[in-house]
């Protein structure tokens, strides 16, 4: 007997009303018509977005093992939501809704050892005082293996992540450290090798963690005289995820204790993974003995993405939220936002909500002024080194001369803004800053920048050196 939707969903029904109570069954289920069957994905029609979202929040993981026993593993479940108030003669505007299929990251359980560990040992994710050691993973669900797609600019990191996760601690990529620049997909990458271990392995403890509130757990850790809790409860991780590593510049106290957490990890086979801004050839402020560790595995660079990767990411974002679009709007956008994910995410999610609140039709006037208005008002991401090239170019100077230990005056007041700007728009700290520029001490840029705000309430030629230049940071 050939299978139709209708068997299908039927067959499915009589699992789930098995299941479930019976005011739940009809509140839920009833209502719910099977539309269509293709290979081995059903659609099914709901009466509303809210009706998709609870049915993908309570009952997912019920649909899902339903549908398995009828379709096999490989079955996709499809809604079709019916919008009874579209305006004009269009379509529907959403359509068409894929089921997530993922629940949530469960806490992890850690069994100390306590004849070697302090049996009050804190964990530095809950409140002090509180013995605990479930161990939320940190992870979002949402970023996945599934959606991160692959091309010639991430091919080298994507294989070697999906390496990682099937071979946690295993592999010679120990640590994985992937770099690069800002919305490319770092942290993406680090929560889908994250979320595939934990699938693969589901007894090794993953945690993901930025640099900034790692840094801030042993500063408090300091405060409350638990600095070795600190330590033993990081070496009881399998997988450890650290984000935005470069932030631990400068910091000695918090490199310290990474260093001696890092080399238990490594010398017991857990994995490593760090992601950062930087390769760590341009990392500074690192200690090296710390650089020469994050140089042991691989380090794999994630560039911009080709015009074929756009175009299945936006592909994938109109997919994930039941939106249809023309072909050439698609590819406009494609064409016109090159310079990193979360941009090209930004601009499509801004055309989708351009159209549905103003009720106007997605067409390629619309893309022209969404694209437009959205590429202008990118702020660029603003490094010291960059801010020193505008410094230095304004004053006609060269960068060498700049970081330089000479005292003439153009040259100290082009110095004294580069390390005013510097503090401005960026969050390095005074003595990152000094460091960066001409290896001064933390005091002589507050200096600088003391002197540059007492300037500008002096001098007006001075305050137009900050005014223009401020303007050129700021494009």
Known sequence: MTKTAQSVWDNCLVFIKDNIQDQAYKTWFEPIRAVELTDSALYIQVPSKFFYEWLEEHYVKLLKVALTKELGTSAKLLYKIKMENTYGNKQPFTEQLPSAHRSPMKPQEVDVPLQNKNPELKNPFIIPGIRNLKIESQLNANYSFD????????????????AVANKPGGTSFNPLLI??????????????IGIEIKDKYPEKTVLYISAEIFTQQYIDSVK????NDFIHFYQLIDVLIIDDVQFLSGKTGTQDVFFHIFNHLHQNGKQVILTSDKAPVDMQDIEQRLLSRFKWGLSAELHQPDYETRISILNNILYRDGVE????????????????????????????????????????????MVVEKFVKNVKREISIDYIQKVVSDYFQLDVDTLQSKTRKRHVVQARQLAMFFAKKFTKA?????GSQIGDRDHATVLHACKTVDNLVTTDKQFRKFVDDINKKLSI
């Open 429 to 433: 700290s005074l003595a990152n800053i």
């Open 224 to 227: 409350r005289n638990t600095r």
């Open 325 to 368: 679009m023309p072909e050439e709007i698609v590819e406009y956008v494609a064409k016109n936002i090159k310079s990193n994910v979360r941009e090209l995410e930004g601009a499509i999610i801004s055309l989708i909500a351009q159209s549905s609140f103003n009720k106007r039709e997605v067409n390629l006037e619309l893309a022209k």
């Open 147 to 162: 959606n991160f797609f692959e091309g010639d600019s991430n091919r080298l990191a994507r294989s070697a992540g999906l």
């Open 179 to 192: 770099f690069g620049g800002v919305g490319l997909g770092k942290t993406h990458l680090a929560h889908a």
